[in-house]
């Protein structure tokens, strides 16, 4: 029991972290981080098949990523469907990341941008931010 409580903890904070990082980019955001959590899930699913597929020299369409631009493209439309979700402009230091081992959308803290140090999102190993973690 006391376990369960911790996760909803975790997962509350994220969210709450989501809603603050979402309001300072667009003011007039409507969604809660809990919308903006499950948004950001169903693109972090997809972006780790096509990590894991770019991994495997497969690709989008039939065109491997490695031989083609074909996975810089797929970053860049990744990049503005989470801009999308944030009303427009995307989270300081994001970058989609290509090992489909982890996480796939993150934000980077290494460079020390506003999104990495005020906004308490979960992190990996890496002290890198996910923006949609599955916290069990």
């Known amino acids: 029991m006391k376990r369960q409580l911790q996760i909803n903890e975790q997962r509350h904070r994220h969210h709450a972290a989501l809603a603050a990082l979402a309001n300072s980019l667009n ?5 809660s981080g809990l919308q903006l959590w499950r948004k950001l899930r169903r693109l972090e699913i997809a972006a780790r098949s096509a990590a894991c597929a770019q991994c495997n ?15 810089e493209t797929f970053k860049a439309e990744t990049g503005a469907k989470v801009a999308a979700i944030f009303g ?19 934000l980077d803290s ?3 941008e506003k999104a990495a140090t005020e906004f308490p999102l979960h ?7 996910i923006l949609a973690p599955v916290i069990e």
């Not at 003011?27 to 969604?31: A, G, H, I, Q, V």
């Not at 090992?99 to 796939?104: A, E, I, L």
């Open 88 to 106: 427009g402009k995307l989270p300081p230091a994001f970058f989609v990341n290509g090992d489909p081992r982890g996480y796939v959308l993150k």
């Open 123 to 129: 992190r990996d190993w890496g002290n890198n931010q």
């Open 57 to 71: 020299g497969e690709g989008y369409g039939g065109q491997p990523y490695r031989e083609t631009e074909a996975w």
């Open 27 to 31: 003011p007039y955001n409507k969604l």
């Open 110 to 112: 290494g460079n020390g």
